[in-house]
């Protein structure tokens, strides 16, 4: 309290002093003028009760806080009247305090003299203090060394304990980026990429205030693209692995699609059997015979040797999961759509290199087989992908690669098989193209507009036929030897009557050594006609066609075979320059005997295809044309060849046309002319009447016609009579020849009248020589008319 008053007097001092006195007597002023009203005293008692308060306040408030307080007297009018209230508290508190150190003077006095008595022992307890404190200091030093070592244990304990809890924050972190590493490392990448929207998504933001996260941060999109290069890169091995591998898919797919067709062949002939209803289409062996193409073997079903091993399937080849590993990652990624455009514009690439075929693919049957395994591998695998690979492709997608697999591969095919030349090879390859056919077929493609392609390279395998035929034809023709075959024993006879239909009672009778009318070209031809029909069956099988189609097929390929190839077969070697009458003669016998069997040929394709012959749609045969129109070509090169063979002896003829007198016979050349032309119609004898007859009769009258012509030469000016009667004797020769009958079968004289218009003019030229057996009555030269 004197500390506050102290202070408070040296404030007023210093802040207020020099106004104290003018402040008082305007305070009495004014205490004088309040005398004279009550107002006066009540504001008086107010100030006097503020300022009571005011030195309350100072009393009891700090010294540092009465600045407020002294600034409110300050701000007031009362400074002189608050003075004087201060000084006299400040007396006040003065007094009391004078009382109270007087009052308690002896006691001070007393606690001195206590205290100097003390000073000794306070001397002695310091020294002892002094002492303690420093063995104290001492002591402590070591305490405060293990202090400071537990401290720091202390705080390192604290670390090792913050640690421990932020690295079981970041341990996981890190051992998931660890697992990350290693499967990338180990290409399990869509594992890895799980774990990396785990590694982003969870843990990493439990940590993220570590520097090392945020390199994890900033790696996650590198790792993400590294994952989608790799897996690109292992979907570009994939596709790389089945190019290379379709061939070998396809080839299986065809193998186990052939095996399933041979248990199902097997299990349906079975049932048949089992049933009793034996199919009749094939015919016995006794109506068949041996047939080379029968015996060809396609070159694809081989299999004997397959059923020990079962052929691997598609999966085992190739490794469909780098493919599915992708197509999920992608989907993680949310690129799936990329993916799919990717793998579909890859696979179309990949499909049009496929579907080019090498270029000597129709060389051999096994080109074409390599080309078929490639494309049936190529769809084997999208089949595959589309079962199993949850959208990757549609089946939009596949239809439109199979149909630009089936216009591309139908081009080829088209385009390659106009090469071949080779039936067999055709037949292999019909063969084939069926086999690829159901192949296909058994993964849903549909392939009808396989089998119509096959229709039109029937039409080509028919012309290659045909032009083998020929080739056929002509060497049985070329080496025939146009002479009725001899047969000497039974075997030999039933042997050429089993290969050609022949029926002659006649011949039946006679003794061994035995002729057949025709040369051996005849059951030659028509074995070959039947191999050639037997070719077209075989051809025709599998191709999902009626009876009825096979039947007209067949009838229409060998009407080609009769009409065209075996007609000019026929043709050319009559129109040979070398061809003689004899085998002339034998090629009419022999086409007749051919047409004849035409009957037989139709009851033989009849029995193969078991159509009736009466069905509407049946075509029949045209053989019966082809061979009339080879016998009546034969017949006009008779005709030819006779009046050919008359001109060669003519031309020996040397008339002298001047001479006096005759040979008084026939000149040598009409005699061997004559005693050729009766050897020749003997060997007519086997021809039909008026084959012979009309031979006979032209030859008669060409020979005629050509006397005629030499009597009347431009370069005959005269004859004489000696030289009429020579050829008179001629003449008499040819008459005498018409009246031996060399042809059987005229009636009368009529073989005669066709030397009657020569007799008519050598009349006219000398009526006088002698005619039929009358003597001339002298002849002169006379000249021609």
Same mark, same amino acid.
């Not at 408030?61 to 009247?81: K, N």
């Given at each position: 309290?004197?500390?506050?008053?102290?202070?408070?007097?040296?404030?007023?001092?210093?802040?207020?002093?020099?106004?104290?006195?003018?402040?008082?007597?305007?305070?009495?002023?004014?205490?004088?003028?309040?005398?004279?009203?009550?107002?006066?005293?009540?504001?008086?008692?107010?100030?006097?009760?503020?300022?009571?308060?005011?030195?309350?306040?100072?009393?009891?408030?700090?010294?540092?806080?009465?600045?407020?307080?002294?600034?409110?007297?300050?701000?007031?009018?009362?400074?002189?009247?608050?003075? $004087?209230?201060?000084?006299?508290?400040?007396?006040?508190?003065?007094?009391?305090?004078?009382?109270?150190?007087?009052?308690?003077?002896?006691?001070?006095?007393?606690?001195?003299?206590?205290?100097?008595?003390?000073?000794?022992?306070? $001397?002695?307890?310091?020294?002892?203090?002094?002492?303690?404190?420093?063995?104290?200091?001492?002591?402590?030093?070591?305490?405060?060394?293990?202090?400071?070592?537990?401290?720091?244990?202390?705080?390192?304990?604290?670390?090792?304990?913050?640690?421990?809890?932020?690295?079981?924050?970041?341990?996981?972190?890190?051992?998931?980026?660890?697992?990350?590493?290693?499967?990338?490392?180990?290409?399990?990448?869509?594992?890895?990429?799980?774990?990396?929207?785990?590694?982003?998504?969870?843990?990493?933001?439990?940590?993220?205030?570590?520097?090392?996260?945020?390199?994890?941060?900033?790696?996650?999109?590198?790792?993400?693209?590294?994952?989608?290069?790799?897996?690109?890169?292992?979907?570009?091995?994939?596709?790389?692995?089945?190019?290379?591998?379709?061939?070998?898919?396809?080839?299986?797919?065809?193998?186990?699609?052939?095996?399933?067709?041979?248990?199902?062949?097997?299990?349906?002939?079975?049932?048949?059997?089992?049933?009793?209803?034996?199919?009749?289409?094939?015919?016995?062996?006794?109506?068949?015979?041996?047939?080379?193409?029968?015996?060809?073997?396609?070159?694809?079903?081989?299999?004997?040797?397959?059923?020990?091993?079962?052929?691997?399937?598609?999966?085992?080849?190739?490794?469909?999961?780098?493919?599915?590993?992708?197509?999920?990652?992608?989907?993680?990624?949310?690129?799936?759509?990329?993916? $799919?455009?990717?793998?579909?514009?890859?696979?179309?690439?990949?499909?049009?290199?496929?579907?080019?075929?090498?270029?000597?693919?129709?060389?051999?049957?096994?080109?074409?087989?390599?080309?078929?395994?490639?494309?049936?591998?190529?769809?084997?695998?999208?089949?595959?992908?589309?079962?199993?690979?949850?959208?990757?492709?549609?089946?939009?997608?596949?239809?439109?690669?199979?149909?630009?697999?089936?216009?591309?591969?139908?081009?080829?095919?088209?385009?390659?098989?106009?090469?071949?030349?080779?039936?067999?090879?055709?037949?292999?390859?019909?063969?084939?193209?069926?086999?690829?056919?159901?192949?296909?077929?058994?993964?849903?493609?549909?392939?009808?507009?396989?089998?119509?392609?096959?229709?039109?390279?029937?039409?080509?395998?028919?012309?290659?036929?045909?032009?083998?035929?020929?080739?056929?034809?002509?060497?049985?023709?070329?080496?025939?030897?146009?002479?009725?075959?001899?047969?000497?024993?039974?075997?030999?006879?039933?042997?050429?009557?089993?290969?050609?239909?022949?029926?002659?009672?006649?011949?039946?009778?006679?003794?061994?050594?035995?002729?057949?009318?025709?040369?051996?070209?005849?059951?030659?031809?028509?074995?070959?006609?039947?191999?050639?029909?037997?070719?077209?069956?075989?051809?025709?099988?599998?191709?999902?066609?009626?009876?009825?189609?096979?039947?007209?097929?067949?009838?229409?390929?060998?009407?080609?075979?009769?009409?065209?190839?075996?007609?000019? +077969?026929?043709?050319?070697?009559?129109?040979?320059?070398?061809?003689?009458?004899?085998?002339?003669?034998?090629?009419?016998?022999?086409?007749?005997?051919?047409?004849?069997?035409?009957?037989?040929?139709?009851?033989?394709?009849?029995?193969?295809?078991?159509?009736?012959?009466?069905?509407?749609?049946?075509?029949?045969?045209?053989?019966?044309?082809?061979?009339?129109?080879?016998?009546?070509?034969?017949?006009?090169?008779?005709?030819?060849?006779?009046?050919?063979?008359?001109?060669?002896?003519?031309?020996?003829?040397?008339?002298?046309?001047?001479?006096?007198?005759?040979?008084?016979?026939?000149?040598?050349?009409?005699?061997?002319?004559?005693?050729?032309?009766?050897?020749?119609?003997?060997?007519?004898?086997?021809?039909?009447?008026?084959?012979?007859?009309?031979?006979?009769?032209?030859?008669?009258?060409?020979?005629?016609?050509?006397?005629?012509?030499?009597?009347?030469?431009?370069?005959?000016?005269?004859?004489?009579?000696?030289?009429?009667?020579?050829?008179?004797?001629?003449?008499?020769?040819?008459?005498?020849?018409?009246?031996?009958?060399?042809?059987?079968?005229?009636?009368?004289?009529?073989?005669?009248?066709?030397?009657?218009?020569?007799?008519?003019?050598?009349?006219?030229?000398?009526?006088?020589?002698?005619?039929?057996?009358?003597?001339?009555?002298? +002849?002169?030269?006379?000249?021609?008319?």
């Amino acid at each position: 309290m004197g500390g506050a008053n102290t202070a408070i007097r040296r404030l007023y001092r210093e802040g207020v002093g020099g106004s104290r006195f003018s402040r008082r007597g305007q305070a009495t002023c004014e205490s004088g003028r309040g005398f004279g009203g009550q107002s006066a005293d009540m504001a008086e008692l107010e100030t006097a009760s503020e300022h009571e308060r005011i030195l309350r306040e100072i009393e009891t408030t700090e010294t540092a806080c009465i600045g407020p307080t002294l600034r409110s007297v300050y701000d007031g009018e009362e400074h002189g009247y608050f003075m $004087e209230k201060l000084e006299l508290r400040i007396r006040n508190h003065d007094r009391e305090i004078e009382k109270m150190c007087n009052f308690h003077y002896q006691g001070f006095v007393d606690s001195i003299n206590e205290l100097l008595k003390v000073r000794g022992e306070a $001397e002695k307890l310091k020294n002892q203090v002094t002492d303690t404190n420093r063995r104290l200091q001492n002591d402590g030093s070591e305490l405060l060394s293990s202090m400071k070592e537990l401290q720091q244990c202390r705080v390192q304990q604290r670390n090792i304990t913050a640690t421990v809890e932020k690295l079981n924050l970041c341990l996981p972190v890190l051992e998931m980026y660890s697992k990350l590493r290693v499967q990338m490392k180990t290409k399990r990448h869509y594992p890895a990429l799980k774990m990396l929207d785990q590694l982003e998504h969870t843990y990493l933001p439990q940590v993220s205030h570590y520097r090392f996260c945020q390199v994890m941060v900033d790696n996650i999109p590198k790792l993400r693209e590294e994952i989608r290069e790799v897996s690109m890169s292992d979907l570009k091995d994939f596709l790389e692995s089945i190019r290379k591998h379709s061939q070998r898919i396809g080839e299986n797919a065809m193998k186990q699609a052939q095996q399933q067709r041979t248990l199902d062949n097997l299990l349906s002939l079975q049932t048949k059997s089992g049933l009793g209803k034996r199919s009749k289409k094939c015919p016995s062996p006794e109506v068949n015979g041996t047939s080379p193409m029968s015996e060809q073997d396609s070159g694809i079903l081989d299999l004997e040797d397959e059923e020990e091993e079962e052929a691997p399937g598609t999966q085992d080849l190739v490794d469909f999961s780098p493919v599915y590993r992708c197509l999920h990652i992608y989907t993680v990624l949310g690129s799936r759509e990329v993916f $799919e455009n990717y793998y579909r514009k890859q696979r179309r690439k990949q499909a049009r290199l496929v579907l080019q075929p090498p270029s000597n693919m129709h060389e051999t049957l096994d080109g074409y087989r390599k080309y078929f395994h490639q494309i049936v591998g190529f769809f084997v695998v999208e089949d595959h992908i589309l079962h199993t690979a949850f959208g990757l492709v549609n089946r939009a997608y596949i239809d439109e690669l199979w149909d630009l697999a089936l216009s591309k591969t139908m081009a080829a095919l088209r385009t390659h098989s106009s090469y071949c030349s080779d039936p067999n090879l055709m037949l292999d390859l019909k063969n084939l193209i069926v086999h690829f056919a159901d192949t296909l077929q058994g993964y849903g493609f549909p392939v009808n507009q396989l089998f119509d392609m096959l229709l039109e390279i029937r039409d080509l395998y028919s012309e290659i036929l045909l032009k083998k035929w020929a080739q056929v034809f002509r060497n049985i023709l070329d080496g025939d030897n146009y002479s009725p075959i001899p047969v000497d024993d039974e075997v030999t006879y039933r042997k050429i009557m089993g290969q050609f239909p022949f029926q002659d009672a006649d011949l039946e009778k006679q003794p061994f050594p035995r002729k057949f009318p025709f040369s051996e070209f005849v059951p030659k031809v028509y074995s070959q006609i039947k191999e050639f029909i037997y070719a077209c069956l075989k051809f025709s099988e599998d191709l999902h066609l009626s009876s009825t189609e096979v039947d007209d097929m067949i009838r229409k390929s060998t009407n080609l075979l009769l009409t065209r190839t075996l007609s000019n +077969c026929l043709q050319n070697v009559i129109k040979r320059k070398n061809v003689g009458l004899t085998e002339l003669v034998q090629i009419i016998i022999n086409t007749t005997h051919l047409e004849i069997s035409c009957k037989f040929l139709e009851e033989f394709i009849t029995n193969i295809t078991n159509v009736l012959p009466d069905t509407v749609h049946t075509s029949k045969l045209y053989g019966l044309t082809t061979f009339k129109d080879a016998r009546q070509a034969a017949e006009e090169e008779i005709y030819t060849n006779l009046n050919q063979k008359i001109d060669q002896f003519l031309q020996l003829a040397d008339y002298d046309w001047v001479t006096t007198e005759s040979s008084n016979q026939a000149s040598d050349y009409l005699v061997d002319l004559v005693a050729f032309l009766n050897n020749t119609f003997a060997v007519f004898t086997h021809l039909p009447g008026k084959v012979a007859q009309t031979a006979c009769m032209s030859a008669c009258k060409h020979l005629a016609t050509s006397l005629t012509q030499l009597l009347l030469e431009a370069e005959v000016k005269q004859i004489t009579i000696g030289a009429l009667q020579q050829f008179n004797l001629d003449v008499k020769e040819c008459e005498r020849f018409a009246r031996s009958g060399p042809v059987p079968g005229f009636q009368g004289e009529t073989l005669q009248l066709a030397f009657i218009d020569l007799r008519q003019d050598c009349q006219v030229g000398s009526p006088a020589c002698a005619v039929d057996g009358h003597q001339s009555r002298g +002849c002169h030269k006379a000249p021609l008319p």
